[in-house]
């Protein structure tokens, strides 16, 4: 074919841009590091690599969601730790007050240390955050959710319930719990029915705070006791307010008495007319539980009836201390298994982000290996080509035509 | 036999090499010259002189210099100029779509991404002020991203009107010299008796081709020598020595977008439709195919973030204690445009509302109504799918989430109105809020067990009731607590304030959990579980000072991947990603096109080259050719000279 002399120049100058168009592309990906440079350069690639961007900015945010819960959690967990160790301090207080050595001014004496590990639980109660917000109010968590009101008595302003963080794609987490459930919601009593001596009681009859024997039938029943003369033999009978007399018979100190489910043990000597009550377990706070504590070492015991009065409400607080232990340790344990819902998921997620990673650099990083080889190969090209231009615009007849 | 008989072809042919000099002379000196054809002296020998012993040569004559020209190969290199520049231009400016989109700082997605992180810090802690700082910075940091690209875009169009106008002033000019090259052409070719004036006619080649790179044409030659120039479906651009000039018009829809018009008898019609190729082919092609749709997609993307965030932070509460806030403006109600043409006679004009009434089913197409003789038809410009709207105007109508409207005046027969539903969106998205309080955070409602004065729970039974959730904000605020209290003898909850009524229960069964419903409080939804006691009571109330509710902001946070775009097919960030692929795949068709097609301009013009390029080397050799044979004839003057002076000699007086 016939050449034009133009044509010679155009087409090496062709060639060359060529070369250097795709030099500067390769050096573009190989200073960038990248592979897809504009998304025409791998439209369905451009999508993805958005995609799995969007993918890995929320599991990194899941992550961040997973150690904020984590150090919630772990402060619930401490400080519901800190709520056990008070409780059982002041549990093992209530039972030296019970000991019969006790002087009505050493009793005044546990009683001062009672009130103050009283305020000290109220205070862990009232715990907040890093934030400021308060760990146990619900969503009330900028309120300070235990108030101490002028009497004495702990009221609760919290809310009912606690929120939820999501810490992977489908698993939320439970952020904490609120201060009902924790300290407002504890049974009174053993944990299924609460004794109670009747305060005009004359004897020295005390009751424990029983225990089940099959299942308890809720009702509210009365212990009453007659003696028709000082010797003739005490007598109780067991009336529930819907189940009528279930029980009767003959006193003697420490016997168990059994009803529609319940044992109770009185001892000592009631007098004709008194009467203990078995009821149903009522929600009581841990507050009341101890302010209860508190007013009964605080009592006189002038008569034998005062200091049975005593010892029954120390017992009751006993119990009740211990279904309050309880039902913090069940909380401390769903917290426990919440820590490691929040472990398990940050592993998930921090796998899942690798795999992204990976995948996202699969698509978008560079090939250095075969980027560079690439490099020289086109850097040899265009060599060639300037070489072939070089050569050939030398080439002329008029060169030999002097 | 006389020395004029030998003089006679000498000088013809002194007279011919000098005129084949004089074209290689030429030849040479336009190497380097665009359109030039290489020029051949055409020689013949001239007419032989009769005598007694038969025709004796009197020499040489030139016939005519032709330039070395293939008009086919001319009129391929026209079409793949055309070809090759539209699909350069298109490319140059769909890349740029694509790069803006898929930035990875300034596209949409990163953005998207900080925005949910933030809404998802809120969940986690709604009760700090910073956390919703953030929220409310990264929104308005979305919402500019938004303006910004959809400004990005709108600079990009008006770059097209601006490339229009600049392809159309050149057209305009090329045909004017055209037609005055046609004219001077027809002119010379009369009075050279038919010789071709070449320099010309490789001007008007030229001319030709450079106008190719603006836009398509079709040439006819004409036997006066003229070339007819058309363009689009055969409207005349150079009609002989008469050139009719295009015009640039406003969109008769959209007065912001120009359009080529050409005007016959004094009627300017729109004909940017019919242009292909070139510059011109590429800038509207662009704008058809990659700008406006782009721009419709970041308005469906802008416009679904919106409605659909909007919808859950207003079943949300504040820390105001208010309901029923939107976080993005509503440009949902307020984006989609209806234009109307400048052509519709109804009177008074009618105006046509147009708000998004479903976001899941919103298209990326624009629509156009047309009232026709029988009715109104719809129909989407991106597949042209017609639908007859049979109750419009009666009735409003719902055709892929947007509803139309009359609001007011009237229809005429012919009228019809451009509707773009998101177009506008992505320019117009806004914060409804500037206060950190006022990002809804939590359930208007809460549930609890019922308490005494001092907090303590009074209900005896395990029954228990969930956090509850809305699904609308009739009555509420509530006006007072709902009381839910178990009757254990009819196993049922009787529902005092609210709807009233009672909701049955029966712990055998039911303890697991079962889910209520009030659809007339909110859609108040809640689930009871476990053992209720007689008289056991559950409260229902406004959920105040609940600073540390995020139930809203999970449900704002979950949007973020959950597929509300395209039927229920798209995340906010999957529609966005299809976007890029769109482009990506558009600019790369280009690209790919484009590479072809410079190999086919290569080609062609190589093959020009081939027949009508100087080559350096030949003409040389014909310079060497001539000169030899120049001297040759110099020799035969010379020669003849001799034999003159010789026969002089030998006839001399002595």
Not at chain 1, 83 to 97: D, F, G, K, M
């Amino acid at each position: 074919m016939r050449i034009s002399t133009s044509q010679i120049y155009n087409q090496s100058v062709n060639a060359m841009l060529t070369e250097q168009n795709q030099l500067n592309q390769t050096e573009l990906q190989l200073s960038s590091g990248k592979s897809i440079l504009t998304p025409s350069d791998n439209p369905a690639g451009s999508a993805q690599i958005v995609n799995l961007n969007q993918s890995i900015s929320t599991t990194n945010q899941y992550q961040t969601n997973a150690s904020a819960a984590n150090s919630r959690l772990s402060l619930e967990g401490s400080t519901l730790t800190s709520v056990t160790n008070l409780l059982q301090s002041l549990r093992s207080l209530a039972v030296e007050a019970n000991n019969s050595t006790q002087s009505s001014s050493s009793r005044a004496d546990i009683a001062q240390q009672v009130s103050q590990g009283l305020q000290q639980l109220v205070a862990l109660a009232n715990t907040q955050d890093a934030n400021g917000e308060y760990i146990f109010a619900g969503y009330q968590g900028k309120s300070q959710p235990f108030i101490t009101d002028p009497s004495g008595n702990v009221i609760y302003n919290g809310g009912q319930n606690s929120r939820y963080l999501q810490i992977g794609p489908t698993t939320q987490v439970a952020f904490g719990d609120p201060g009902t459930a924790v300290f407002e919601a504890v049974p009174n009593g053993n944990g299924t029915f609460a004794t109670a001596a009747s305060a005009s009681n004359t004897g020295s009859g005390v009751i424990d705070t029983g225990s089940t024997t099959g299942t308890f039938v809720p009702d509210t029943y009365t212990i009453a006791f007659s003696q028709a003369t000082s010797t003739s033999p005490i007598t109780y009978s067991v009336t529930g307010a819907a189940s009528g007399v279930v029980a009767s018979g003959t006193y003697t100190s420490g016997n168990n008495i059994s009803f529609n489910g319940a044992q109770v043990s009185i001892s000592g000597t009631p007098a004709n007319g008194d009467t203990f009550t078995v009821a149903p377990s009522q929600d009581q706070s841990v507050f009341a539980t101890l302010q209860n504590l508190v007013n009964s070492l605080n009592s006189n015991a002038a008569t034998p009836s005062d200091q049975a009065q005593i010892n029954t409400g120390i017992t009751r607080s006993i119990s009740e201390i211990d279904q309050a232990l309880n039902t913090i340790n069940q909380t401390s344990a769903k917290v426990g298994a919440r820590l490691n819902t929040v472990t398990d998921q940050q592993n998930t997620n921090q796998s899942y982000s690798n795999g992204l990673q990976q995948t996202l650099s699969g698509v978008q990083d560079l090939n250095y290996a075969s980027a560079i080889s690439q490099l020289s190969q086109e850097q040899l090209a265009l060599q060639a080509a300037q070489e072939a231009f070089a050569k050939v615009q030398g080439m002329s007849l008029f060169n030999y035509l002097r | 036999m006389a020395s004029g008989d030998m003089l006679g072809p000498a000088v013809s042919g002194l007279l011919a090499f000098q005129t084949e000099m004089a074209t290689i002379g030429n030849n040479i000196a336009n190497v380097n010259t665009p359109g030039y054809s290489r020029e051949r002296v055409q020689l013949t020998p001239s007419p032989p002189q009769y005598t007694g012993a038969g025709y004796i040569g009197t020499g040489v004559q030139v016939s005519s210099v032709q330039r070395i020209y293939d008009q086919y190969l001319a009129g391929q290199l026209n079409s793949a100029t055309s070809a090759n520049s539209q699909l350069q231009n298109y490319s140059q400016l769909a890349t740029q779509v694509g790069n803006l989109l898929a930035d990875p700082q300034a596209g949409l997605s990163p953005n998207l991404q900080s925005f949910f992180n933030a809404v998802q810090g809120v969940a986690s802690d709604p009760s700090s002020t910073s956390a919703r700082q953030v929220m409310l910075s990264q929104g308005q940091s979305l919402v500019s991203n938004f303006q910004y690209l959809d400004s990005q875009l709108t600079s990009l169009g008006s770059g097209v009107n601006t490339q229009i106008t600049n392809s159309v002033n050149q057209i305009n000019s090329l045909a004017t010299s055209i037609a005055k090259l046609n004219g001077q052409i027809t002119q010379l070719q009369g009075t050279a008796g038919g010789q071709q004036p070449n320099t010309l006619l490789d001007q008007r080649d030229e001319l030709i081709n450079q106008l190719s790179q603006q836009v398509a044409v079709t040439t006819v030659p004409q036997t006066d020598g003229s070339v007819n120039v058309f363009i689009g479906n055969g409207q005349s651009l150079v009609m002989g020595s008469t050139a009719i000039p295009l015009s640039v018009v406003p969109n008769t829809y959209d007065a912001t977008r120009s359009e080529v018009g050409y005007t016959v008898g004094g009627v300017t019609t729109d004909i940017s439709n019919q242009i292909t190729g070139g510059t011109l082919g590429g800038a509207l092609a662009f704008r058809d195919q990659v700008l406006n749709p782009s721009e419709n997609a970041l308005g469906q993307v802008a416009i679904g973030l919106a409605a659909t965030f909007n919808a859950q932070s207003r079943l949300g509460m504040d820390q105001n204690g208010n309901i029923n806030q939107n976080f993005f403006n509503t440009i949902d109600q307020s984006s989609p445009q209806v234009l109307p043409s400048s052509t519709n006679t109804g009177s008074p004009p009618a105006t046509i509302g147009a708000t998004v009434t479903d976001v899941s089913a919103l298209t990326t197409s624009d629509y156009r109504l047309d009232r026709t003789a029988t009715g109104y038809t719809l129909t989407r410009l991106s597949d042209n799918t017609v639908t007859n709207l049979t109750n419009f105007p009666g009735a409003p109508q719902t055709v892929d989430g947007v509803t139309l409207s009359l609001a007011s005046g009237t229809i005429a027969v012919g009228d019809s109105f451009m509707i773009e539903p998101t177009r506008t969106a992505a320019a117009n998205i806004g914060l409804a809020i500037s206060s950190t309080s006022q990002i809804a955070a939590a359930a208007p409602i809460s549930t609890a067990v019922a308490t005494n004065a001092s907090g303590v729970p009074t209900n005896q039974g395990t029954g228990a009731i969930s956090a509850g959730s809305v699904s609308n904000t009739t009555n509420l605020p509530l006006s007072g607590a709902i009381t839910l209290t178990y009757d254990a003898s009819t196993q049922q909850f009787n529902v005092t304030g609210g709807p009233g009524g009672t909701l049955a229960y029966n712990p055998a069964t039911d303890s697991g959990g079962k889910q209520f419903s009030f659809p007339t409080y909110g859609g108040a939804t809640f689930t009871i579980s476990g053992v209720p006691a007689n008289g056991d009571s559950f409260v229902i109330s406004n959920n105040a000072n609940a600073v540390s509710d995020n139930r809203n902001a999970l449900a704002l946070a979950g949007l973020a991947t959950q597929s509300t775009l395209a039927n229920g097919t798209a995340s906010y960030n999957g529609a966005y990603s299809d976007l890029i692929a769109n482009v990506g795949t558009q600019t790369q068709n280009a690209n790919t096109s484009s590479t072809a097609q410079q190999a086919v301009l290569n080609q062609v013009t190589q093959q020009v080259n081939s027949v009508s390029g100087v080559n350096l080397d030949q003409e040389a050799a014909s310079l060497v050719q001539y000169q030899q044979a120049y001297q040759a004839a110099a020799q035969m003057i010379s020669t003849s000279s001799s034999l003159f002076q010789t026969l002089i000699a030998a006839v001399g007086g002595h």
